[in-house]
């Protein structure tokens, strides 16, 4: 009997112990479903099972989502700031620069986060359709010595051009090996230097006459040229004979004063004489195919004021002279020889 009792309660007891497991996982699968319900709404669609509750895997989906929507979003972000920051880039933009001849041309090329990527300067000529490897890193890969590449500590490739000149002239590409390459062009003109010998209204001049034991003064302009110190670079001649330095004559004085763009320089002859007639030639030591030629003119015995006057005379009246061939005469001629022969 009492064995009889003791089997019902434990099947009674199980029962109940079923009910409130059942219902206990009811709450937490409820619960659950609600919270992942919660999650995958926020990144996505839910997964729903039978019974029209959502499959635990979506407790693992819902953050994956989240992790790869982060992902998309900061490689977005962080792609967008590398094509403008942190790659390769210039710090300048292209440009165009002026030099004299002779001077030393820097052309900058200053570059942000190289990192691995290798600098080149070439140049572009024909219009852009020939193009001459100059250098490569710190390496020359040109014939022509005066260009060197010179780094600038921290970013700065710069291309050095020594004694530019006129051919020197044209644009210039600073490259990055980059996929594409990038580039920045500069510019480079070279002004034309000069070299006149010009009269007190800075006209070029040709011709000047001095009286016999005056002094002559001629003044020699150099414009455009990047003028050296270490040597007189303004030369004076007479005919083919240097006068800088002559001490065989005397009273010769050479003074030339060194500017930013070019020099003036005056040659000065004391008490002259015909002998000193002749072509005065001014003439750059680094630039002697660009001569500057003045003829002199040493009058001898004869003056100025006279020179000036018989120019007048002969230019305002040049028929009136009275020399045995003068137009004038023949009229008289002819009425004395038939005055004579009537007699």
């Known amino acids: 009997m009492w064995l009889l009792m003791y089997s019902c309660l434990a099947l009674l007891s199980a029962s109940q112990s079923q009910t409130d497991v059942t219902a206990a996982t009811e709450n937490v699968t409820t ?8 999650i995958v709404v926020t990144k996505g669609p839910s997964t729903t099972v039978g019974g029209g509750r959502t499959q635990w895997v979506g407790l693992t989906v819902a953050p994956m989502l989240n992790y790869i929507f982060d992902a998309h979003n900061s490689h977005n972000k962080h792609q967008h700031y ?5 790659g390769p880039h210039f710090e300048g933009k292209s440009t165009n620069i002026t030099a004299q001849a002779g001077a030393n041309v820097m052309l900058d090329c200053r570059i942000s986060l190289l990192q691995d990527k290798t600098v080149s300067w070439v140049r572009r000529q024909d219009n852009g359709e020939k193009m001459n490897l100059l250098t490569v890193g710190q390496q020359t890969y040109t014939g022509d010595s005066r260009y060197t590449v010179e780094f600038q500590y921290p970013d700065n490739w710069r291309l050095r051009i ?17 996929h594409p ?5 500069v510019n480079l003109h070279i002004n034309a230097p000069s070299v006149r010998v010009i009269d ?4 070029p001049l ?8 005056s002094t002559i003064e001629l003044l020699c302009v150099v414009r455009h040229m990047a003028m050296q110190m270490q040597y007189s670079v303004v030369q ?15 009273g010769i004085s050479v003074k030339t004063n060194l500017m930013e763009e070019g020099a003036n320089s005056t040659l000065s002859i004391a008490r002259v004489s015909p002998s000193d007639s002749g072509n005065y030639t001014c003439v750059l030591t680094t630039m002697p195919e660009q001569p500057a030629t003045v003829h002199v003119h040493v009058l001898n015995g004869e003056s100025l004021a006279e020179l000036h006057h018989g120019r007048a005379s002969s230019q305002n009246h040049p028929r009136l002279g009275l020399g045995p061939s003068s137009p004038a005469l023949l009229p008289l001629l002819g009425f004395v020889l038939g005055w004579l022969v009537r007699r």
């Open 31 to 38: 619960t659950a479903a609600a919270r992942v319900e919660t």
């Open 82 to 86: 590398h094509d403008h920051r942190w």
């Open 162 to 178: 020594k004694s530019a000149n006129s051919s020197d002239e044209g644009q210039y590409e600073c490259q990055i090996s980059t």
């Open 181 to 185: 390459p990038k580039f920045i062009h």
């Open 200 to 203: 007190g209204m800075g006209e």
């Open 206 to 213: 040709r011709d000047k006459y001095y009286e016999a034991d």
């Open 236 to 250: 004076w001649l007479h005919g083919n004979r240097t006068l800088n330095y002559d001490t065989t004559r005397g």
